[in-house]
């Protein structure tokens, strides 16, 4: 078996040597995309894809829940939508794709391939919303959009990606700004309870805000090699899109006000690190609300008795499937030592094997990857133990997570402190700051390092800028990020 073992993960570069190749080595490795002949865009294939979808259901739930509806809009901005409000499209221009050309001929005005849609909803927004009674507009895309990137890599920075994009409409700053955090905790929520990842939450520094925004709020992960992916953010947009778009309502009072506007996404990044947080030197370790496969069946025994043990494999599936667990059977012409090794590399989080012996016990075995454990089982118990077994895998999963990236935020004074950091243990510095764009653009030209968020519940208080030593006006969570 370890030769087996062997075979299946020798492609697997080990975190510890090279944690950028083992990423790329185990989403290949476990099949969940393939690179396309278009230069920074990937093809999702099924196991891939099956994560977003599982994400994209218990995300729109929960939008529906509190009270957003999903629309869909086009593709192509003309270009004049981006002049309407210049922040906004200085923060794009170098990521723009432009469509010149259609139909054998030079278009007329330029458009853009969407980097996101706040100039097209703004646009919408202002023949749709005429009085107060119209709000608030709570709207909802699932999309594709376009950022033409430098840098690539697979789910985390692609040229092309899907998300989602919400964007609303307020009668005023106070009610927007409840949408702003009451979406920010929706992400908490997803992000921890359902893929099982840690996050620090809070404000961004303006240097590192959405452009256009008023104010943009993030959560942030921590990766296994002490790097940030940004999980999601959501932004209060204050007036500057309605002025732009001359989204105005009839108030209460009779007058014409301009609406407050939101938007917040999360992306295919998601992916990207759910399989840097979780997984091994063995291959991805999935979370079990999001994974493919929850459950893989194994029947084990010599060819004689592999007719009886199939067919009680086959019962057992259809009790597991009729649950509700994502559940498969792998019967193929190879061992069981390869098969317990490739599901292994997969990240499904539970094998279950059933061989004569346990036939005659009236038993099956359930092997938990995250642990390794086995447990035993009557078989006529297998729904509820199995259920009972993914709860527990998840909480393991988070409660690692959560230890790890505890571990990894540590105090710093100076500048100094900080740089070793990064060299020596690695992950975040909490240090405090003083406000200054130069103090930041310094830690950044130093380090390579910015400015995660500004926590809303920092372990410490720092009362010193680390970069100037002047006072400090707000604690920060700095390091380098994907």
Not at 161 to 188: K, N, P, S
Request: net charge negative; glycine share 6%; aromatic share 10%.
């Amino acid at each position: 078996m370890s030769n087996e073992k062997q075979a299946v993960n020798k492609e697997i570069t080990p975190q510890a040597e090279d944690f950028s190749k083992w990423y790329l080595d185990v989403i290949k490795k476990a099949d969940l995309m393939s690179y396309s002949p278009v230069r920074g865009c990937i093809v999702f294939k099924p196991d891939g894809y099956e994560i977003w979808e599982n994400c994209q259901r218990e995300l729109d739930r929960r939008f529906k829940d509190t009270g957003h509806r999903n629309a869909y809009f086009p593709l192509f901005i003309p270009e004049s939508f981006f002049q309407k409000e210049k922040e906004h499209v200085e923060g794009f221009n170098p990521e723009l794709p432009w469509v010149t050309e259609a139909g054998g001929e030079k278009l007329e005005e330029r458009l853009a391939i969407r980097p996101t849609s706040e100039t097209m909803i703004g646009h919408m927004y202002a023949e749709w919303i005429n009085s107060y009674r119209d709000l608030p507009l709570l709207i909802n895309q699932w999309a594709n959009v376009v950022r033409w990137e430098k840098r690539t890599l697979p789910f985390l920075r692609t040229s092309e990606f899907l998300w989602q994009e919400g964007h609303t409409a307020h009668e005023d700053e106070a009610d927007a700004r409840r949408e702003t955090l009451q979406m920010l905790d929706v992400y908490t929520d997803f992000v921890e309870n359902v893929l099982a990842i840690p996050v620090i939450k809070g404000q961004k520094t303006p240097s590192e805000k959405f452009a256009g925004a008023v104010d943009t709020y993030s959560v942030e992960a921590m990766m296994k090699d002490g790097k940030a992916v940004q999980a999601g953010t959501s932004h209060y947009l204050g007036t500057n899109f309605a002025v732009a778009f001359d989204i105005k309502y009839l108030s209460r009072e009779n007058t014409h006000e301009y609406v407050h506007t939101t938007s917040w996404g999360v992306s295919t990044r998601l992916i990207g690190a759910l399989i840097m947080v979780h997984g091994d030197d063995r291959g991805l370790v999935m979370p079990p609300k999001v994974a493919p496969t929850q459950v893989i069946m194994i029947p084990i025994g010599p060819p004689k008795s592999r007719e009886q043990v199939t067919a009680r494999i086959d019962e057992l599936f259809a009790e597991l499937k009729a649950a509700g667990v994502r559940v498969r059977v792998d019967d193929r012409d190879q061992s069981p030592g390869w098969k317990f090794n490739e599901h292994e590399m997969r990240g499904v989080p539970i094998r279950v094997e059933l061989g004569p012996r346990d036939m005659e016990a009236g038993q099956v075995v359930l092997v938990s990857r995250v642990s390794g454990e086995k447990r035993v089982v009557a078989q006529a118990d297998i729904v509820s133990e199995v259920q009972r077994l993914l709860d527990e895998i998840h909480r393991d999963m988070f409660e690692k997570a959560k230890t790890f990236l505890h571990e990894h935020i540590t105090p710093v004074d100076t500048l100094e402190e900080f740089k070793n950091l990064l060299e020596d243990k690695g992950g975040f510095g909490l240090a405090g700051w003083c406000g200054s764009a130069s103090c930041e653009e310094h830690v950044k030209e130093q380090t390579k390092a910015t400015s995660r968020n500004i926590p809303f519940e920092p372990a410490v208080h720092k009362e010193s800028c680390f970069v100037c030593g002047e006072q400090a006006k707000h604690t920060v969570v700095w390091g380098r990020s994907y």
